[in-house]
């Protein structure tokens, strides 16, 4: 299905809010596209039941767009001579953006008919509904393999600028490429541009939009195991074997998060890979391929953007906190609590969810 035009998706959440509260028709005094005396604009104002609602329709429910609009909303709380009810509308509220509405307090629906509407008076909540507007295929990302390249440089120094040519040049990527993945985040509201170059509106969101739509699977990962006696001791020899075989690696994931952290013991050694590894290096590392109880994961990249930053640590190569964090994600034992360490420790100042 596609996502109506805004001015008939603006109308139609007002009027799923009224059928939310029990009013079977919206007031007469509802107005569409509203200006403030401060000349902001907002999609519509109305009332219902008593209350004083303000609405702000995104096209996308993901991060970003509904991080931009909470901004928006808590300005439009400003912008009214009288107390309104900030409501944030989408054709499909995302689960990062849920979770963000949810820590900011927000009111917000969708026209997939979920909703969390918890306001003084009111307390109406109805979550789980599929997305009516899911287009088939994969969407076309920011954050894809080459283009993730340019998030992961802006949020490895999140202070600095930097101006678009040398984002292309430090990336590897041509300024084409580079020209439509940063129009995509600026577009999203994840970036801004200024005088002195391009930078992360907040690191915090821009990693939390990035983590939403990363997918570890989609390397190649080769499951198996090494006798050791515990995660520390089998990266260390696995690290040791690769640089004897001049094969480029870096640990990722629990084992580049202890190593960095030393927060979160761990059995699974997660070790990126730029090619597959042939017979004889698997026979040197000891490596038996058995997904099940596998104790080493073997990845080979499907872009070589994820060693940018990485660093040696205790003799080992490591990938930059950012992508560790970001690995986590998808790892079992204690990848939830050694996320939120290197979160912690090591990007002060990134915002978490």
């Given at each position: ?12 959440a ?15 005094d ?14 519509a ?54 979770k963000r509405c ?64 040398v ?98 013991g ?72 050694a ?15």
């Amino acid at each position: 299905m596609k996502v109506p035009r805004e001015t008939l998706a603006i109308r139609q959440a007002a009027e799923r809010l009224a059928d939310i509260l029990g009013t079977p028709e919206l007031a007469e005094d509802t107005k569409f596209e509203v200006r403030t005396n401060d000349g902001h604009r907002w999609d519509a104002v109305f009332s219902i039941r008593g209350h004083s609602f303000v609405l702000e329709w995104k096209r996308s429910g993901s991060l970003g767009p509904v991080a931009n609009a909470i901004r928006q909303l808590r300005m439009a709380q400003r912008s009214f001579p009288h107390e309104v009810i900030p409501l944030l509308a989408v054709p499909y509220m995302g689960e990062a953006a849920q979770k963000r509405c949810a820590q900011a307090e927000l009111p917000w629906l969708d026209l997939s008919g979920n909703a969390r509407i918890i306001v003084p008076g009111i307390f109406y909540q109805n979550l789980g509904h599929p997305n009516r507007f899911r287009r088939p295929g994969r969407p076309e990302s920011a954050f894809g393999p080459k283009g993730s390249r340019i998030t992961r440089r802006l949020l490895m120094e999140p202070s600095k600028a930097v101006r678009q040519r040398v984002i292309a040049s430090s990336t590897g990527l041509n300024e084409g490429h580079t020209s439509r993945v940063v129009g995509k985040l600026l577009e999203s509201g994840l970036i801004e541009r200024a005088a002195d170059g391009i930078r992360a509106v907040d690191p915090g969101t821009l990693l939390d939009a990035w983590r939403e739509e990363y997918r570890f699977d989609r390397h190649d990962v080769i499951r198996g195991h090494i006798s050791a006696g515990d995660g520390n001791s089998l990266t260390h020899s696995i690290a040791k074997i690769l640089s004897e075989a001049d094969a480029p690696y870096a640990a990722t994931a629990l084992a580049a998060a202890w190593l960095w952290t030393r927060h979160a013991g761990f059995r699974l050694s997660t070790v990126y890979l730029t090619s597959h590894p042939s017979a004889g290096l698997k026979k040197a590392l000891g490596f038996r391929e058995e997904p099940r109880g596998a104790n080493t994961w073997l990845v080979v990249t499907n872009d070589e953007g994820v060693l940018d930053g990485a660093e040696f640590i205790d003799g080992i190569r490591c990938v930059h906190p950012v992508q560790a964090y970001l690995d986590l994600k998808d790892h079992p034992e204690r990848a939830p609590e050694a996320a939120v360490e290197i979160r912690r420790k090591l990007l002060r100042g990134y915002d978490e969810l």
